[in-house]
């Protein structure tokens, strides 16, 4: 799926596929925001596991009903992976596709403290309940779904969404490639020069021809299912259409979940190789796509490492922001957000930098 591709009923930017003549984009999920909550659970990364949540309140589960009152303090069920979304829209018909204008007029900036973004566990928490509490006040058919792990820690923080399913678009890059450099440590692959080029490409400027290459070579679907598997991230499916990386779905909860793998057990050169690409994160996609907002939107914060994802679908927009802050990378961020097509990408990118805005306010 291509970041920068539009799909009708299936719109989408920032995605893509193996095939020049389907160069599209990614599927979102539509979901009503409702009463928000934040959650706080301890990662174990030296397992890959993904963290135990220790529940205050209710939490949030696919469809368009409000979530119920229900508290859990056990690791999502592995079945939630097992099907798609409850809310992806229906269609009756092949979709049509066409593209996307290359170059959407970009949206206003929010500055960002250049600083340490938190000042405790507590500064994190209050964060996250600040950004649930900004998706309440947000039109219905705008959501927001965060996490945010501490890495010193160990704690997550979770917000009323971080378990909802999204259609990933281009941020299922890093996951494809946390395997890709998993494989050839462990000598089922190997990389060359050209290979790790495809790497940077695809990070840095969420180039869709650069992951549409990996995705051949190195058996993407084969490779996803590995990564899901290894890492048990309950939250996160492979694409139906194999065809369609960025079809996959997944979850703020599942997006930390990698990021921890990535820094914890790749080894020093491969994990300089995909942190040192983010942080070379461009102001405009390789498609045009202006991916200057969320964590990226300036003026940047010294220390962020960012790997963006946006797409549409039918009348719905997605738009990630996903990435590393603070010092030694102690910061790992993820913010995942579906809303209305019909307001336009400005004002997409707004509820994305807005969002950021509030954490680090509210947090620092």
């Known amino acids: 799926m291509r970041n ?87 269609t009756t018909s092949t979709p049509t596709r066409t593209p996307t204008p290359a170059n959407p007029t970009p949206a206003p900036k929010a500055a960002l403290p250049p600083t340490e973004p938190f000042t405790d566990d507590a500064a ?14 947000l039109p219905a058919d705008v959501q927001v779904g965060i996490a945010v792990q501490d890495r010193v820690t160990g704690k997550l923080i979770a917000g009323k969404y971080s378990s909802q399913q999204y259609y990933s678009a281009s941020v299922v890059k890093l996951f494809l490639i946390d395997e890709i450099l998993r494989q050839s440590e462990a000598g089922i692959i190997r990389l060359t020069a050209t290979d790790r080029d495809l790497i940077k490409r695809a990070l840095s400027a969420s180039d869709d021809n650069a992951m ?35 079809e996959t779905t997944t979850s703020a909860h599942d997006v930390i979940v990698v990021y921890d793998d990535v820094l914890d057990h790749l080894t020093a050169t491969n994990r300089n190789l995909v942190v040192s690409s983010l942080a070379a994160a461009t102001d405009a996609g390789a498609d045009g796509f202006d991916q200057a907002f969320g964590l990226l939107v300036p003026p940047r914060m010294d220390t962020v490492k960012a790997k963006q994802g946006w797409m549409s679908y039918g009348p719905t927009y997605l738009l990630h922001t996903t990435g590393l802050l603070g010092s030694d990378n102690r910061y790992v961020v993820a913010i995942l957000t579906v809303q209305s097509a019909g307001a336009g990408w400005d004002s997409a990118r707004t509820v994305d930098n807005n969002a950021v805005k509030t954490l680090l306010t509210a947090g620092g």
């Open 4 to 90: 920068g591709a539009i799909r009708r009923p299936l719109v989408c930017m920032s995605g893509g596929h193996p095939h020049s003549t389907r160069r599209i984009a990614i599927a979102a999920v539509v979901v009503t925001a409702s009463a928000l909550v934040v959650t706080v659970a301890l990662v174990s990364r030296s397992t890959g596991a993904g963290p135990q949540r220790v529940a205050q309140g209710s939490t949030a589960t696919p469809g368009t009903t409000a979530p119920s009152a229900t508290t859990s303090t056990t690791a999502p069920s592995a079945t939630t992976s097992a099907t798609a979304p409850t809310t992806q829209p229906a």
């Open 124 to 137: 994190v928490q209050s964060g996250v309940a600040a950004v649930d509490q900004l998706d309440e006040e």
């Open 212 to 246: 549409d290459s990996l995705w051949v070579t190195f058996n993407g679907p084969a490779a996803l299912a590995e990564l899901i598997t290894s890492l048990k991230l309950t939250e996160t499916t492979a694409p139906t259409d194999t065809a369609q990386w960025g």
